[in-house]
Protein backbone atom coordinates (compact mmCIF):
# COMPACT_ATOMS: atom_id res chain seq x y z
CA UNK A 1 0.00 0.00 0.00
CA UNK A 2 3.01 2.44 1.34
CA UNK A 3 4.96 1.33 -1.65
CA UNK A 4 2.28 2.06 -4.37
CA UNK A 5 2.16 5.51 -2.66
CA UNK A 6 5.40 6.23 -2.57
CA UNK A 7 5.88 4.98 -6.14
CA UNK A 8 2.66 7.22 -7.18
CA UNK A 9 4.27 10.14 -5.43
CA UNK A 10 7.61 9.34 -7.39
CA UNK A 11 6.01 9.41 -10.81
CA UNK A 12 3.87 12.32 -9.78
CA UNK A 13 7.04 14.31 -9.31
CA UNK A 14 8.53 12.82 -12.25
CA UNK A 15 5.84 14.19 -14.13
CA UNK A 16 6.21 17.39 -12.52
CA UNK A 17 9.71 17.92 -12.85
CA UNK A 18 9.01 17.04 -16.79
CA UNK A 19 6.45 19.42 -16.93
CA UNK A 20 9.28 21.93 -16.02
CA UNK A 21 12.06 20.60 -17.92
CA UNK A 22 9.55 21.35 -21.45
CA UNK A 23 10.05 24.97 -20.55
CA UNK A 24 13.48 24.70 -22.54
CA UNK A 25 11.22 23.90 -25.48
CA UNK A 26 9.77 27.24 -25.47
CA UNK A 27 13.01 29.79 -24.25
CA UNK A 28 13.71 30.71 -27.80
CA UNK A 29 10.43 31.45 -28.49
CA UNK A 30 10.39 33.07 -25.39
CA UNK A 31 13.00 35.66 -26.05
CA UNK A 32 11.43 36.43 -29.58
CA UNK A 33 8.45 37.06 -27.80
CA UNK A 34 9.99 38.93 -24.63
CA UNK A 35 11.90 41.23 -28.13
CA UNK A 36 9.29 41.66 -30.29
CA UNK A 37 6.07 41.83 -28.33
CA UNK A 38 6.65 42.26 -24.53
CA UNK A 39 9.26 44.88 -25.00
CA UNK A 40 7.36 47.00 -27.42
CA UNK A 41 4.48 47.08 -25.04
CA UNK A 42 6.38 48.48 -22.23
CA UNK A 43 8.58 50.68 -24.58
CA UNK A 44 4.88 51.99 -25.40
CA UNK A 45 3.96 53.05 -21.96
CA UNK A 46 7.14 54.57 -21.53
CA UNK A 47 6.89 56.42 -24.68
CA UNK A 48 3.35 57.60 -24.07
CA UNK A 49 5.02 59.70 -21.11
CA UNK A 50 7.35 61.48 -23.59
CA UNK A 51 7.39 63.63 -26.88
CA UNK A 52 9.89 62.64 -29.72
CA UNK A 53 11.58 64.54 -32.82
CA UNK A 54 13.62 64.08 -34.85
CA UNK A 55 16.25 66.26 -33.99
CA UNK A 56 15.81 66.77 -30.02
CA UNK A 57 15.04 62.93 -29.68
CA UNK A 58 12.83 62.24 -25.66
CA UNK A 59 11.82 64.72 -23.24
CA UNK A 60 9.66 63.77 -20.61
CA UNK A 61 6.09 65.50 -20.58
CA UNK A 62 4.40 63.51 -17.57
CA UNK A 63 0.62 62.14 -18.78
CA UNK A 64 0.17 65.94 -21.07
CA UNK A 65 -0.17 63.39 -23.70
CA UNK A 66 -3.05 61.55 -22.49
CA UNK A 67 -4.83 65.01 -21.41
CA UNK A 68 -4.52 66.41 -24.76
CA UNK A 69 -6.29 63.23 -26.04
CA UNK A 70 -9.28 63.31 -24.13
CA UNK A 71 -9.81 67.06 -25.59
CA UNK A 72 -8.84 65.78 -29.10
CA UNK A 73 -11.74 65.95 -30.87
CA UNK A 74 -10.68 64.40 -34.18
CA UNK A 75 -9.69 61.22 -31.76
CA UNK A 76 -13.34 61.21 -30.43
CA UNK A 77 -14.71 60.88 -33.53
CA UNK A 78 -12.11 58.71 -34.86
CA UNK A 79 -13.55 56.51 -32.02
CA UNK A 80 -17.24 57.02 -32.41
CA UNK A 81 -16.70 55.95 -36.65
CA UNK A 82 -14.22 52.80 -35.03
CA UNK A 83 -17.63 51.64 -33.20
CA UNK A 84 -19.65 52.32 -36.13
CA UNK A 85 -17.84 50.91 -38.70
CA UNK A 86 -17.57 47.95 -36.18
CA UNK A 87 -20.88 47.36 -35.48
CA UNK A 88 -21.88 46.92 -39.24
CA UNK A 89 -18.53 44.61 -39.92
CA UNK A 90 -19.42 42.20 -37.30
CA UNK A 91 -23.60 42.02 -37.10
CA UNK A 92 -23.42 41.38 -41.12
CA UNK A 93 -20.60 39.11 -41.07
CA UNK A 94 -21.99 36.88 -38.25
CA UNK A 95 -25.40 36.96 -40.22
CA UNK A 96 -24.54 35.62 -43.66
CA UNK A 97 -21.46 33.12 -42.01
CA UNK A 98 -24.00 31.52 -39.98
CA UNK A 99 -26.20 31.12 -42.90
CA UNK A 100 -23.31 30.06 -45.05
CA UNK A 101 -22.50 27.54 -42.48
CA UNK A 102 -25.93 25.67 -42.40
CA UNK A 103 -25.37 25.71 -46.18
CA UNK A 104 -22.29 24.29 -46.20
CA UNK A 105 -22.88 21.85 -43.88
CA UNK A 106 -25.35 20.32 -46.38
CA UNK A 107 -23.78 17.72 -48.46
CA UNK A 108 -24.15 18.90 -52.66
CA UNK A 109 -22.02 18.00 -55.25
CA UNK A 110 -18.34 20.15 -55.72
CA UNK A 111 -18.74 21.62 -52.26
CA UNK A 112 -15.24 21.67 -51.88
CA UNK A 113 -15.20 23.57 -54.91
CA UNK A 114 -17.91 26.50 -53.60
CA UNK A 115 -16.17 26.49 -49.92
CA UNK A 116 -12.81 27.27 -51.40
CA UNK A 117 -14.58 30.13 -53.67
CA UNK A 118 -15.75 31.11 -50.16
CA UNK A 119 -12.67 31.10 -48.30
CA UNK A 120 -10.53 33.07 -51.37
CA UNK A 121 -11.65 36.77 -49.69
CA UNK A 122 -10.20 36.19 -46.64
CA UNK A 123 -7.22 34.32 -47.73
CA UNK A 124 -6.33 37.25 -50.73
CA UNK A 125 -3.55 40.16 -50.13
CA UNK A 126 -5.40 42.64 -48.74
CA UNK A 127 -3.94 45.33 -50.80
CA UNK A 128 -4.78 44.01 -53.42
CA UNK A 129 -8.42 42.95 -53.36
CA UNK A 130 -9.19 46.94 -51.80
CA UNK A 131 -7.48 48.22 -55.40
CA UNK A 132 -9.98 46.09 -57.47
CA UNK A 133 -12.47 47.21 -55.21
CA UNK A 134 -11.53 51.05 -55.24
CA UNK A 135 -12.01 50.64 -59.21
CA UNK A 136 -14.93 49.09 -59.03
CA UNK A 137 -16.49 52.21 -56.31
CA UNK A 138 -15.36 54.48 -59.48
CA UNK A 139 -18.80 57.05 -59.47
CA UNK A 140 -19.01 56.92 -63.36
CA UNK A 141 -16.84 54.05 -64.90
CA UNK A 142 -16.99 51.64 -61.97
CA UNK A 143 -18.63 48.41 -62.51
CA UNK A 144 -20.68 48.75 -59.41
CA UNK A 145 -22.75 51.48 -60.60
CA UNK A 146 -23.43 50.03 -63.78
CA UNK A 147 -24.79 46.97 -62.02
CA UNK A 148 -26.91 48.66 -59.79
CA UNK A 149 -28.49 51.07 -62.65
CA UNK A 150 -29.01 48.36 -65.32
CA UNK A 151 -31.10 46.37 -62.28
CA UNK A 152 -32.65 49.83 -62.39
CA UNK A 153 -31.80 51.19 -59.06
CA UNK A 154 -30.13 54.60 -58.07
CA UNK A 155 -26.09 54.81 -58.47
CA UNK A 156 -24.14 55.29 -55.59
CA UNK A 157 -22.15 57.46 -54.27
CA UNK A 158 -19.65 54.15 -52.47
CA UNK A 159 -16.41 55.94 -51.24
CA UNK A 160 -17.39 59.42 -52.76
CA UNK A 161 -19.06 60.80 -50.24
CA UNK A 162 -18.98 60.83 -46.20
CA UNK A 163 -22.76 59.41 -46.14
CA UNK A 164 -21.77 56.32 -47.92
CA UNK A 165 -18.25 55.89 -47.16
CA UNK A 166 -18.38 53.92 -43.64
CA UNK A 167 -20.92 51.47 -44.86
CA UNK A 168 -19.14 50.42 -48.18
CA UNK A 169 -16.11 50.14 -46.19
CA UNK A 170 -18.15 47.83 -43.79
CA UNK A 171 -19.33 45.96 -47.31
CA UNK A 172 -15.74 45.22 -48.14
CA UNK A 173 -15.10 43.77 -44.61
CA UNK A 174 -18.32 41.95 -44.22
CA UNK A 175 -16.92 40.66 -47.78
CA UNK A 176 -13.88 39.50 -47.13
CA UNK A 177 -14.58 38.31 -42.76
CA UNK A 178 -17.83 36.28 -43.12
CA UNK A 179 -15.87 33.00 -44.34
CA UNK A 180 -14.22 33.38 -41.19
CA UNK A 181 -17.27 33.49 -39.39
CA UNK A 182 -18.55 30.66 -41.49
CA UNK A 183 -15.54 27.97 -40.62
CA UNK A 184 -16.11 28.95 -37.06
CA UNK A 185 -19.63 28.24 -37.12
CA UNK A 186 -19.63 25.28 -39.55
CA UNK A 187 -16.78 24.05 -36.90
CA UNK A 188 -19.68 23.97 -34.05
CA UNK A 189 -21.99 22.61 -36.27
CA UNK A 190 -20.19 19.35 -36.83
CA UNK A 191 -20.18 18.96 -33.19
CA UNK A 192 -23.55 18.96 -32.48
CA UNK A 193 -25.36 16.04 -31.36
CA UNK A 194 -27.56 14.41 -33.37
CA UNK A 195 -30.43 13.09 -31.19
CA UNK A 196 -32.17 16.40 -30.51
CA UNK A 197 -32.86 16.51 -34.67
CA UNK A 198 -34.35 13.08 -34.65
CA UNK A 199 -36.67 14.11 -31.17
CA UNK A 200 -37.51 17.23 -32.94
CA UNK A 201 -38.55 15.67 -36.24
CA UNK A 202 -40.52 13.05 -35.14
CA UNK A 203 -42.50 16.22 -32.87
CA UNK A 204 -42.88 17.38 -36.48
CA UNK A 205 -40.71 20.42 -36.04
CA UNK A 206 -40.49 22.31 -39.35
CA UNK A 207 -36.77 22.94 -40.80
CA UNK A 208 -37.20 26.70 -39.24
CA UNK A 209 -37.75 25.40 -36.14
CA UNK A 210 -35.39 22.89 -35.54
CA UNK A 211 -33.17 25.68 -36.61
CA UNK A 212 -34.43 28.38 -33.99
CA UNK A 213 -35.03 26.14 -31.00
CA UNK A 214 -32.11 23.64 -31.46
CA UNK A 215 -29.26 24.55 -33.48
CA UNK A 216 -28.87 28.22 -32.58
CA UNK A 217 -28.69 27.54 -28.83
CA UNK A 218 -26.23 24.86 -29.26
CA UNK A 219 -24.40 26.90 -31.41
CA UNK A 220 -24.29 29.73 -29.30
CA UNK A 221 -20.76 29.69 -27.96
CA UNK A 222 -19.32 29.59 -31.32
CA UNK A 223 -21.26 32.61 -32.53
CA UNK A 224 -19.74 34.34 -29.37
CA UNK A 225 -16.40 33.14 -30.13
CA UNK A 226 -16.47 34.26 -33.92
CA UNK A 227 -18.34 37.96 -32.56
CA UNK A 228 -15.30 38.41 -30.45
CA UNK A 229 -13.01 37.54 -33.20
CA UNK A 230 -15.14 39.34 -35.75
CA UNK A 231 -15.14 42.49 -33.28
CA UNK A 232 -11.09 42.52 -32.41
CA UNK A 233 -10.58 41.98 -36.25
CA UNK A 234 -13.04 45.05 -37.21
CA UNK A 235 -11.60 47.58 -34.28
CA UNK A 236 -8.13 47.28 -35.88
CA UNK A 237 -8.82 47.22 -39.42
CA UNK A 238 -6.50 49.09 -41.52
CA UNK A 239 -5.42 47.75 -44.81
CA UNK A 240 -8.69 48.09 -46.58
CA UNK A 241 -9.53 51.37 -45.50
CA UNK A 242 -6.27 52.89 -46.19
CA UNK A 243 -5.37 51.51 -49.32
CA UNK A 244 -9.72 52.20 -50.05
CA UNK A 245 -9.61 55.85 -48.86
CA UNK A 246 -6.91 56.75 -46.33
CA UNK A 247 -9.55 58.30 -44.34
CA UNK A 248 -11.52 60.34 -46.84
CA UNK A 249 -13.53 62.13 -48.20
CA UNK A 250 -11.92 64.43 -45.64
CA UNK A 251 -11.87 62.89 -42.29
CA UNK A 252 -15.53 60.67 -43.07
CA UNK A 253 -13.71 56.96 -42.79
CA UNK A 254 -11.00 58.29 -39.93
CA UNK A 255 -10.98 55.51 -37.91
CA UNK A 256 -9.30 54.97 -35.01
CA UNK A 257 -6.20 53.03 -36.71
CA UNK A 258 -6.20 55.27 -39.07
CA UNK A 259 -6.00 58.05 -36.94
CA UNK A 260 -2.83 56.87 -35.37
CA UNK A 261 -0.83 55.55 -38.14
CA UNK A 262 -1.44 59.71 -39.20
CA UNK A 263 -0.13 60.65 -35.88
CA UNK A 264 2.72 58.24 -35.81
CA UNK A 265 4.02 58.05 -39.16
CA UNK A 266 2.34 60.82 -40.88
CA UNK A 267 3.65 63.80 -38.17
CA UNK A 268 5.47 61.79 -36.72
CA UNK A 269 4.10 62.24 -33.01
CA UNK A 270 5.31 59.33 -31.52
CA UNK A 271 4.42 59.71 -28.09
CA UNK A 272 1.28 61.16 -28.91
CA UNK A 273 0.39 58.13 -30.71
CA UNK A 274 2.10 55.77 -28.22
CA UNK A 275 -0.73 56.86 -25.74
CA UNK A 276 -3.43 56.29 -28.81
CA UNK A 277 -2.29 52.84 -28.99
CA UNK A 278 -2.54 52.45 -25.23
CA UNK A 279 -6.28 53.71 -25.06
CA UNK A 280 -6.97 51.68 -28.01
CA UNK A 281 -5.41 48.61 -26.71
CA UNK A 282 -7.45 49.44 -23.72
CA UNK A 283 -10.74 49.97 -25.74
CA UNK A 284 -10.12 46.55 -27.59
CA UNK A 285 -9.76 44.30 -24.47
CA UNK A 286 -12.48 46.28 -22.93
CA UNK A 287 -14.94 45.32 -25.54
CA UNK A 288 -13.61 41.84 -25.85
CA UNK A 289 -14.04 40.98 -22.06
CA UNK A 290 -17.41 42.12 -22.03
CA UNK A 291 -18.55 40.20 -25.07
CA UNK A 292 -16.88 37.01 -22.92
CA UNK A 293 -18.70 38.20 -20.03
CA UNK A 294 -22.23 37.54 -21.80
CA UNK A 295 -20.87 34.45 -23.30
CA UNK A 296 -20.50 33.29 -19.39
CA UNK A 297 -23.96 34.47 -18.56
CA UNK A 298 -25.37 32.71 -21.50
CA UNK A 299 -23.96 29.69 -19.93
CA UNK A 300 -25.52 30.14 -16.57
CA UNK A 301 -28.79 30.67 -17.84
CA UNK B 1 -48.73 1.00 -63.68
CA UNK B 2 -51.56 1.80 -61.59
CA UNK B 3 -49.47 0.69 -58.77
CA UNK B 4 -46.51 2.69 -59.79
CA UNK B 5 -49.03 6.22 -60.11
CA UNK B 6 -50.53 5.06 -56.27
CA UNK B 7 -46.69 4.99 -55.36
CA UNK B 8 -45.63 8.36 -56.95
CA UNK B 9 -49.02 10.35 -56.03
CA UNK B 10 -47.97 9.40 -52.14
CA UNK B 11 -44.94 10.55 -52.19
CA UNK B 12 -45.10 13.39 -54.40
CA UNK B 13 -45.32 16.38 -51.48
CA UNK B 14 -42.40 14.87 -49.83
CA UNK B 15 -40.92 15.01 -52.78
CA UNK B 16 -41.49 18.12 -53.87
CA UNK B 17 -40.40 19.56 -50.80
CA UNK B 18 -37.29 18.32 -50.92
CA UNK B 19 -36.58 19.24 -54.57
CA UNK B 20 -37.47 22.66 -53.13
CA UNK B 21 -35.17 22.53 -50.71
CA UNK B 22 -32.49 21.09 -52.88
CA UNK B 23 -33.30 24.01 -55.60
CA UNK B 24 -33.24 26.80 -52.32
CA UNK B 25 -29.77 25.26 -51.31
CA UNK B 26 -28.02 25.56 -54.18
CA UNK B 27 -29.24 29.16 -54.93
CA UNK B 28 -27.95 30.03 -52.06
CA UNK B 29 -24.78 28.58 -52.51
CA UNK B 30 -24.62 30.96 -55.89
CA UNK B 31 -25.56 33.64 -54.02
CA UNK B 32 -22.72 33.49 -51.29
CA UNK B 33 -20.43 32.79 -53.46
CA UNK B 34 -20.92 34.99 -56.51
CA UNK B 35 -19.72 38.03 -54.70
CA UNK B 36 -16.52 36.15 -54.12
CA UNK B 37 -15.76 34.96 -57.89
CA UNK B 38 -16.70 38.43 -58.75
CA UNK B 39 -14.46 40.46 -57.53
CA UNK B 40 -11.60 38.03 -58.89
CA UNK B 41 -12.78 37.46 -62.29
CA UNK B 42 -13.24 41.44 -62.55
CA UNK B 43 -9.51 41.64 -61.17
CA UNK B 44 -8.66 39.19 -63.97
CA UNK B 45 -10.71 40.89 -66.33
CA UNK B 46 -9.23 44.34 -65.53
CA UNK B 47 -5.79 42.96 -65.51
CA UNK B 48 -6.33 41.19 -69.31
CA UNK B 49 -7.73 44.46 -70.93
CA UNK B 50 -6.46 47.09 -72.49
CA UNK B 51 -7.19 50.55 -71.65
CA UNK B 52 -9.94 51.70 -73.98
CA UNK B 53 -11.68 48.25 -72.57
CA UNK B 54 -10.91 48.90 -69.23
CA UNK B 55 -12.41 53.12 -69.69
CA UNK B 56 -15.44 51.89 -71.55
CA UNK B 57 -18.87 52.57 -70.21
CA UNK B 58 -20.89 50.05 -69.97
CA UNK B 59 -17.87 48.07 -68.77
CA UNK B 60 -16.54 45.27 -70.82
CA UNK B 61 -16.66 42.25 -69.30
CA UNK B 62 -14.79 39.86 -71.74
CA UNK B 63 -11.69 40.84 -72.86
CA UNK B 64 -11.33 41.63 -76.70
CA UNK B 65 -8.24 39.59 -77.56
CA UNK B 66 -6.50 39.99 -74.24
CA UNK B 67 -3.73 41.24 -73.43
CA UNK B 68 -0.48 40.51 -71.41
CA UNK B 69 0.81 44.13 -71.70
CA UNK B 70 -0.50 45.30 -68.55
CA UNK B 71 2.22 42.81 -66.70
CA UNK B 72 4.35 44.02 -68.91
CA UNK B 73 4.11 46.77 -68.40
CA UNK B 74 3.70 46.79 -64.36
CA UNK B 75 7.12 44.59 -64.36
CA UNK B 76 8.91 47.06 -66.72
CA UNK B 77 8.73 50.24 -65.35
CA UNK B 78 7.89 49.53 -61.16
CA UNK B 79 10.68 46.68 -60.50
CA UNK B 80 8.44 44.03 -59.99
CA UNK B 81 10.51 42.04 -59.84
CA UNK B 82 13.32 42.74 -56.71
CA UNK B 83 10.01 43.73 -55.40
CA UNK B 84 9.12 40.27 -55.53
CA UNK B 85 12.34 38.72 -54.18
CA UNK B 86 12.17 41.00 -51.45
CA UNK B 87 8.73 39.78 -50.37
CA UNK B 88 9.92 35.75 -50.56
CA UNK B 89 13.30 36.72 -48.75
CA UNK B 90 11.02 37.98 -45.98
CA UNK B 91 8.14 35.44 -46.02
CA UNK B 92 10.01 32.40 -46.27
CA UNK B 93 12.80 33.90 -43.45
CA UNK B 94 9.84 34.62 -41.07
CA UNK B 95 8.12 31.94 -41.49
CA UNK B 96 11.42 29.33 -41.24
CA UNK B 97 12.60 31.07 -38.08
CA UNK B 98 8.65 30.92 -36.77
CA UNK B 99 8.99 27.13 -37.30
CA UNK B 100 12.47 26.30 -35.79
CA UNK B 101 11.57 28.40 -32.64
CA UNK B 102 7.68 27.91 -32.85
CA UNK B 103 7.15 24.40 -33.20
CA UNK B 104 9.17 23.41 -30.55
CA UNK B 105 7.49 26.61 -28.33
CA UNK B 106 4.24 24.68 -29.36
CA UNK B 107 5.25 21.32 -27.97
CA UNK B 108 7.00 22.68 -24.27
CA UNK B 109 3.62 24.74 -23.72
CA UNK B 110 1.16 21.64 -24.89
CA UNK B 111 2.88 19.24 -22.33
CA UNK B 112 3.86 21.78 -19.40
CA UNK B 113 0.00 22.43 -19.91
CA UNK B 114 1.21 25.79 -19.34
CA UNK B 115 -2.36 27.68 -20.30
CA UNK B 116 -0.89 31.10 -19.17
CA UNK B 117 1.66 31.32 -21.84
CA UNK B 118 -0.75 30.30 -24.41
CA UNK B 119 -3.08 33.23 -22.77
CA UNK B 120 0.09 35.62 -23.47
CA UNK B 121 -0.04 34.79 -27.05
CA UNK B 122 -3.50 35.71 -27.62
CA UNK B 123 -2.76 38.92 -25.95
CA UNK B 124 -0.55 39.35 -28.79
CA UNK B 125 -3.43 38.57 -31.24
CA UNK B 126 -5.46 41.27 -29.57
CA UNK B 127 -3.06 44.05 -30.26
CA UNK B 128 -3.23 46.03 -32.93
CA UNK B 129 -0.37 46.22 -34.87
CA UNK B 130 0.70 49.83 -34.82
CA UNK B 131 1.58 49.19 -31.68
CA UNK B 132 4.42 46.75 -31.75
CA UNK B 133 5.54 49.03 -34.75
CA UNK B 134 6.29 52.79 -33.01
CA UNK B 135 8.70 50.95 -31.07
CA UNK B 136 10.56 49.08 -33.29
CA UNK B 137 10.53 52.18 -35.62
CA UNK B 138 12.19 54.01 -32.65
CA UNK B 139 15.26 50.81 -32.16
CA UNK B 140 15.23 49.87 -35.57
CA UNK B 141 16.37 53.45 -36.18
CA UNK B 142 18.95 53.80 -33.49
CA UNK B 143 20.64 51.01 -34.50
CA UNK B 144 20.89 52.37 -38.38
CA UNK B 145 19.05 49.40 -39.68
CA UNK B 146 16.28 50.92 -41.63
CA UNK B 147 17.08 50.29 -45.31
CA UNK B 148 17.60 46.54 -44.80
CA UNK B 149 15.07 43.64 -44.65
CA UNK B 150 16.11 42.93 -41.45
CA UNK B 151 13.37 44.85 -39.71
CA UNK B 152 10.91 43.87 -41.89
CA UNK B 153 11.73 40.03 -41.53
CA UNK B 154 12.19 40.86 -37.36
CA UNK B 155 8.49 42.69 -37.30
CA UNK B 156 7.01 39.56 -39.08
CA UNK B 157 7.66 37.56 -36.87
CA UNK B 158 5.26 39.53 -34.64
CA UNK B 159 2.90 37.55 -36.97
CA UNK B 160 4.24 34.25 -37.77
CA UNK B 161 5.61 33.27 -34.34
CA UNK B 162 2.39 33.67 -32.08
CA UNK B 163 0.40 31.68 -35.42
CA UNK B 164 3.10 29.35 -35.39
CA UNK B 165 2.91 28.90 -31.65
CA UNK B 166 -1.11 28.71 -30.88
CA UNK B 167 -1.82 26.01 -34.14
CA UNK B 168 1.33 23.67 -32.77
CA UNK B 169 -0.22 23.70 -29.01
CA UNK B 170 -3.93 22.34 -30.55
CA UNK B 171 -2.23 19.92 -32.62
CA UNK B 172 0.37 18.67 -29.61
CA UNK B 173 -2.43 18.25 -27.44
CA UNK B 174 -4.02 16.53 -29.67
CA UNK B 175 -2.09 13.64 -30.41
CA UNK B 176 -1.50 10.91 -27.48
CA UNK B 177 1.34 10.92 -25.01
CA UNK B 178 1.75 6.89 -24.80
CA UNK B 179 4.22 6.64 -27.44
CA UNK B 180 6.49 9.73 -26.08
CA UNK B 181 6.18 8.37 -22.69
CA UNK B 182 7.13 5.02 -23.68
CA UNK B 183 10.29 6.26 -25.76
CA UNK B 184 11.51 8.33 -22.19
CA UNK B 185 10.51 5.02 -20.11
CA UNK B 186 13.41 3.63 -22.83
CA UNK B 187 15.85 5.80 -21.67
CA UNK B 188 15.52 8.67 -24.45
CA UNK B 189 15.98 12.08 -23.20
CA UNK B 190 12.75 14.89 -23.47
CA UNK B 191 14.40 16.02 -26.63
CA UNK B 192 14.85 12.51 -28.49
CA UNK B 193 11.07 12.00 -27.72
CA UNK B 194 10.51 14.96 -29.01
CA UNK B 195 12.47 14.83 -31.90
CA UNK B 196 12.12 11.35 -32.95
CA UNK B 197 8.25 10.65 -31.89
CA UNK B 198 6.25 13.62 -31.57
CA UNK B 199 7.71 15.51 -34.84
CA UNK B 200 7.66 12.75 -37.25
CA UNK B 201 3.71 12.66 -36.11
CA UNK B 202 3.21 16.13 -35.93
CA UNK B 203 4.05 16.61 -39.66
CA UNK B 204 0.17 17.68 -40.60
CA UNK B 205 0.00 20.65 -38.11
CA UNK B 206 3.07 21.96 -39.16
CA UNK B 207 2.33 21.78 -42.63
CA UNK B 208 -0.89 23.84 -41.64
CA UNK B 209 1.35 26.35 -39.48
CA UNK B 210 3.53 26.75 -42.59
CA UNK B 211 1.09 27.44 -44.93
CA UNK B 212 -0.84 30.24 -42.66
CA UNK B 213 2.00 31.74 -41.32
CA UNK B 214 3.55 32.44 -45.14
CA UNK B 215 0.35 33.46 -46.07
CA UNK B 216 -0.15 36.01 -43.53
CA UNK B 217 3.32 37.24 -43.52
CA UNK B 218 3.12 37.86 -47.60
CA UNK B 219 -0.06 39.57 -47.18
CA UNK B 220 1.02 42.05 -44.61
CA UNK B 221 1.17 45.85 -45.32
CA UNK B 222 1.60 47.42 -42.80
CA UNK B 223 4.84 47.09 -41.03
CA UNK B 224 5.91 47.01 -44.77
CA UNK B 225 4.74 50.37 -45.56
CA UNK B 226 5.98 51.96 -42.29
CA UNK B 227 9.74 50.18 -42.78
CA UNK B 228 10.50 49.06 -46.31
CA UNK B 229 12.55 52.17 -47.93
CA UNK B 230 12.17 52.64 -51.20
CA UNK B 231 14.55 49.27 -52.13
CA UNK B 232 13.17 47.15 -49.71
CA UNK B 233 9.04 47.38 -50.21
CA UNK B 234 7.64 44.05 -50.25
CA UNK B 235 4.80 43.18 -52.69
CA UNK B 236 1.67 44.61 -51.32
CA UNK B 237 3.46 47.98 -50.38
CA UNK B 238 5.04 48.45 -54.24
CA UNK B 239 1.25 48.00 -55.49
CA UNK B 240 0.50 50.45 -53.34
CA UNK B 241 2.31 52.80 -54.79
CA UNK B 242 1.32 51.99 -57.66
CA UNK B 243 -2.14 52.80 -56.62
CA UNK B 244 -0.69 56.65 -55.76
CA UNK B 245 1.19 57.07 -59.11
CA UNK B 246 -0.75 55.91 -61.58
CA UNK B 247 -4.44 56.65 -60.58
CA UNK B 248 -6.14 56.31 -63.61
CA UNK B 249 -4.18 53.30 -65.30
CA UNK B 250 -6.92 50.27 -64.34
CA UNK B 251 -5.16 47.80 -66.42
CA UNK B 252 -1.45 47.60 -64.86
CA UNK B 253 -2.83 48.46 -61.63
CA UNK B 254 -5.06 45.33 -61.63
CA UNK B 255 -1.95 43.24 -62.92
CA UNK B 256 -0.31 44.16 -59.99
CA UNK B 257 -2.84 43.47 -57.54
CA UNK B 258 -2.97 39.90 -59.37
CA UNK B 259 0.72 39.60 -59.36
CA UNK B 260 0.57 39.70 -55.60
CA UNK B 261 -2.47 38.09 -54.71
CA UNK B 262 -1.84 35.10 -57.33
CA UNK B 263 0.88 32.88 -54.86
CA UNK B 264 -1.89 32.78 -52.34
CA UNK B 265 -4.41 32.35 -53.89
CA UNK B 266 -2.89 29.49 -55.86
CA UNK B 267 -2.14 28.13 -52.19
CA UNK B 268 -5.35 28.50 -50.82
CA UNK B 269 -6.73 26.46 -53.63
CA UNK B 270 -3.65 23.78 -53.80
CA UNK B 271 -4.03 23.05 -50.00
CA UNK B 272 -7.55 23.93 -49.18
CA UNK B 273 -8.08 21.16 -46.68
CA UNK B 274 -5.20 22.01 -44.41
CA UNK B 275 -5.82 25.39 -44.68
CA UNK B 276 -9.49 25.69 -43.58
CA UNK B 277 -8.20 22.56 -40.78
CA UNK B 278 -6.02 25.30 -39.32
CA UNK B 279 -8.85 28.27 -39.51
CA UNK B 280 -10.84 26.48 -37.87
CA UNK B 281 -9.05 24.93 -35.38
CA UNK B 282 -7.24 28.57 -34.90
CA UNK B 283 -10.35 30.71 -34.94
CA UNK B 284 -12.13 28.52 -32.50
CA UNK B 285 -9.39 28.22 -29.88
CA UNK B 286 -8.99 32.42 -30.71
CA UNK B 287 -11.41 32.85 -28.23
Known amino acids: MSATTAAAVGLARRRANYARRYWVFAVPAAVVVVAVIIFPWLFTVFMSLHEWDPSHGLSWVGLSNYATLLSDTRFGWAVLRTLYFSVLSVGAPLILGVAAAVCFNQRFPLRGVARTIFILPMMATPVAIALVWSMMFHPQLGVLNYILTSLGLPPSTWTYAANTVIPTLAMVETWQWTPLVMLIVLGGLASLPQDPYEAARIDGASGWQSFRHITLPLLWPFIIVAAVIRTIDALKSFDVIYVITQGGPGTASETMNIFLYQEAFAYYKLGYASAVTLVFFALIVVISLVMLKLRQREKWQ | ?287
Open chain 2, 1 to 287: MSAAVTRGRGTRPGRLRRLAGRVGLYASVLVLISPAAFVFLWMLSLALKNEVDNMAFPPVFIPHGPTFANFVKVFAENDFLSYTINSVVVSFSATAAALVIGVPAGYGIAKAKAMRAAALILIARITPGLSFIIPLFLMFQWFGMLGTLTPLVITHLVITVPLVVWIMIGFFEGLPGELEEAALVDGATIWQAFRHVALPLARPGITVATILAFIFSWNNFLFGIVLAGRTTRTLPVAVYNVLTFEQISWGPLAAAALVVTAPVLLLTLLMQKEIVAGLTAGGVKGG
